[in-house]
């Protein structure tokens, strides 16, 4: 499969969110983060962003990259079908995410880290003080 390229040169993997009982089927932040750890496991070799859309009210996460292998390579990776891209638009794909979907990204993306990154002294000029410490009198 050859990459078209467009006019903006993006390429986009949008995965809509079905509803279930009037709610989604997974919370679009929760997504996003999802596709932030799955990317992490398999990094594009360009840039990337990952946005949450709510456009026509049809809740999205558009995962948009500089590169369209890296965009081809997502949506096969999640049985994404593309879409024929319009004069102005980005050349995109198009994935309904499903149970059976979201277990395989979950599985390969792994589970959340709720380690936060601390700089390292030599990164801050010397050791850090405990803000908890600091109290004014």
């Given at each position: 499969?050859?990459?078209a390229t467009t006019p903006t040169g993006r390429h986009v993997v949008v995965v809509?969110?079905?509803?279930?009982?009037?709610?989604?089927?997974?919370?679009?932040?929760?997504?996003?983060?999802?596709?932030?750890?799955?990317?992490?496991?398999?990094?594009?070799?360009?840039?990337?962003?990952?946005?949450?859309?709510?456009?026509?009210?049809?809740?999205?996460?558009?995962?948009?990259?500089?590169?369209?292998?890296?965009?081809?390579?997502?949506?096969?990776?999640?049985?994404?079908?593309?879409?024929?891209?319009?004069?102005?638009?980005?050349?995109r794909h198009f994935v309904e995410i499903d149970d059976e979907i979201l277990l395989?990204?979950?599985?390969?993306?792994?589970?959340?880290?709720?380690?936060?990154?601390?700089?390292?002294?030599?990164?801050?000029?010397?050791?850090?003080?405990?803000?908890?410490?600091?109290?004014?009198?």
């Amino acid at each position: 499969m050859t990459t078209a390229t467009t006019p903006t040169g993006r390429h986009v993997v949008v995965v809509r969110v079905p509803m279930r009982d009037d709610d989604l089927l997974l919370p679009l932040r929760d997504l996003q983060n999802l596709f932030i750890r799955y990317l992490r496991k398999q990094p594009p070799e360009g840039d990337y962003t990952i946005l949450i859309m709510r456009q026509d009210g049809v809740p999205e996460v558009h995962c948009s990259f500089a590169e369209g292998r890296d965009a081809e390579r997502l949506a096969a990776s999640i049985h994404g079908e593309p879409a024929t891209p319009g004069e102005t638009e980005a050349f995109r794909h198009f994935v309904e995410i499903d149970d059976e979907i979201l277990l395989e990204i979950a599985r390969i993306a792994g589970p959340p880290s709720f380690k936060r990154a601390k700089p390292e002294p030599s990164e801050t000029g010397g050791p850090m003080r405990s803000v908890g410490a600091m109290r004014r009198r």
